[in-house]
Structures are given as structure tokens and as C-alpha cells.
């Protein structure tokens, strides 16, 4: 009995609240409903589309621009590649160079024993210089993610139907100083 009276006394309750998402302006002949808050239009802000790209492909997604997504990804995760597979090169080769300075014979790698010692440290910077190199493209990738969803935030609203249109012909114009003619080429731009 005592939940019966509870659910009552909260639906009452709840039908007793006077809940409007819109304004009601009353006037002697008409009542109307004010429109002007019922629909809110969200601009699509390029701010927002750089914090979303925080995550690599978030501003693609908030741009719905889902095409591009495999790009980011494809393109991080080979940079990303390469700077660990160059990591890993040059542990490799730095670690047989400690190991043949310290006279180590049991954890040497038996396919780097065709190399000299100067050969092995010049491997070894080479992948180093890999490595930073595939660093900085990484970054650039990540920079140019985030550009990318700036751009198209920007551009999100840009009309590009059919209705604009660049035709060019071939035009003759008269020469007002002589009987000579000019020739050129027209361009005409419109808008439908």
C-alpha cells in the first residue's frame, strides 16, 4: 500500500511541474508559438575539429568526412612502422658492437660477423638517422590531420553544386586605335 501511495504522489507531483522548451506568446485573438527557440543550428567550428583531431582521424569523423580515416591511419601507422622497425636495427647493431668490444662471444649474432666493428656503428647511425627521420615525417603526418579538419570544418558549408559554373571561350575584340582586331580569351563566372 505504502509504494501505491509513493508512485501517486510523485506522478502528481510530476504533473504539477510546468515544463516549456519553447516561449508562449499570448495575444487577445491568437496564441502563438515563438519559433525562435525551438530549432538551434550548430555551427561547424574549425576549433572544434582541431580538438577532435587530438585523436588521429577525430576531426574527420566530426567533419564526416569518414573516406579519409583509413588515409590517417595507413599513413601514421606506417611512419609509425618505420621508426620501430629502425629502433629496432639499430639495438640490433649497436648491441653486437658492445657485445664484440666486450669479447662476448655467446650472444654475438653470427649474420653481422661479415661486418667490421666500423661498419656496424656506421649501420647503426644510419638507422638512427631512419629513425629521426620517420620521427619527423610522423609529426608532419600528425600536423597535416589536424590541418586537414581545420580545412574542411571551414569548408563544411561551401556550395559546390552545379549551380556555379567558369565558362571560357575564345574572344575577338575590336582595336578602337586601329582596324586591327585584339584576340583574347573571355571568362565569365556565374552564379545560378
Known amino acids: 500500500m505504502n ?5 501517486l504522489s510523485v506522478l502528481c507531483g510530476l504533473l504539477t511541474l510546468s515544463l516549456s522548451a519553447q516561449e508562449v506568446e499570448t495575444n ?7 519559433a525562435k ?3 538551434k543550428v550548430s555551427k561547424h567550428s574549425p576549433t572544434t575539429a582541431m580538438l577532435c583531431s587530438i585523436i588521429p582521424g577525430g576531426g574527420q569523423i566530426y567533419n564526416k568526412k569518414y573516406w579519409k580515416i583509413p588515409i590517417v591511419y595507413g599513413a601514421l601507422g606506417a611512419s609509425s612502422f618505420f621508426i620501430w622497425h629502425s629502433a629496432h636495427k639499430m639495438k640490433v647493431y649497436s648491441d653486437e658492437f658492445i657485445y664484440r668490444r666486450d669479447g662476448i662471444v655467446t650472444m654475438q649474432n653470427f649474420t653481422l660477423s661479415q661486418f667490421s666493428d666500423e661498419n656496424l656503428l656506421q649501420m647503426k647511425n644510419n638507422q638512427r638517422r631512419n629513425m629521426e627521420i620517420s620521427i619527423g615525417v610522423t609529426a608532419i603526418l600528425y600536423v597535416l590531420n589536424i590541418i586537414d ?3 574542411d570544418a571551414h569548408l563544411y558549408y561551401f556550395d559546390v553544386s552545379d549551380d556555379l559554373s567558369l ?6 575584340l575590336q582595336n ?3 582596324p586591327d582586331y585584339a584576340f ?3 571568362l565569365q563566372l556565374q552564379w545560378r
Not at 565558362?167 to 575577338?172: E, G, K, L, T, Y
Open 3 to 7: 509504494i501505491k501511495c509513493w508512485i
Open 28 to 34: 487577445t485573438d491568437i496564441t502563438r508559438v515563438s
Open 149 to 151: 579538419a581545420m580545412v
Open 176 to 178: 578602337y586605335r586601329g
Open 167 to 172: 565558362r571560357w571561350q575564345p574572344a575577338v
Open 184 to 186: 583574347g580569351l573571355s
Open 37 to 39: 527557440d525551438s530549432v
